[in-house]
């Protein structure tokens, strides 16, 4: 039996990777783009409860699938609730056991800390136009293990080698994406 500590890598691992995979993909759809929420669950575990699922992944998946059984398969949600802002969207949500963990992906207008003290202030329109302002996306992850990936990019510097993460970059976004597997 593997030491817990390498149970916890192996998980974390996959999680990095599987949020690296959403952001990415979120990214060829440009900028600009709505929040997205995912599902994530084990690929393996799946298989084993919908083998039709091995006809719709592409084959590095099925062959990382059975070699690593930590291995994470992305399920993008469609109809989403409406809510006002992203903490009613999260307030919303809730995942069956079979759910082995989230993920969502949001755009954020980023101020230096001397403008973003006057922040609340502004209008749309003066953020928006602001010089210092940059536009952030953000790609997180949790699993119901307590694993979480955080996965960032500028779109000042937008490319796939330009993308920063960390498994607490954004830690209000983890926990409160956390809380939807509660």
Request: proline share 7%.
């Amino acid at each position: 039996m593997e030491p817990e500590n390498t149970l916890d890598q192996a998980r974390g691992e996959a999680l990095r990777l599987a949020v690296i995979d959403i952001e990415r993909h979120v990214a060829r759809g440009g900028w600009d783009a709505p929040t997205a929420v995912f599902a994530l669950v084990r690929t393996a575990d799946a298989l084993v409860r919908t083998p039709e699922l091995a006809d719709q992944l592409p084959a590095d998946a099925l062959a990382l699938a059975r070699t690593n059984p930590d291995h994470l398969t992305s399920i993008e949600q469609e109809g989403l609730p409406a809510a006002a802002d992203l903490e009613q969207l999260l307030a919303q949500l809730a995942w069956p056991e079979s759910v082995d963990g989230a993920a969502l992906v949001v755009e954020r207008i980023v101020l230096p800390p001397e403008v973003a003290e006057g922040a609340e202030e502004m209008s749309v329109e003066e953020l928006m136009a602001h010089p210092q302002r940059q536009d952030v996306r953000i790609a997180a992850g949790v699993l119901r293990t307590g694993e979480s990936w955080c996965a960032l990019r500028s779109r000042a510097n937008d490319s796939d080698e330009n993308v920063g993460g960390a498994p607490d970059a954004v830690p209000g976004l983890v926990e409160a994406l956390s809380a939807t597997l509660a």
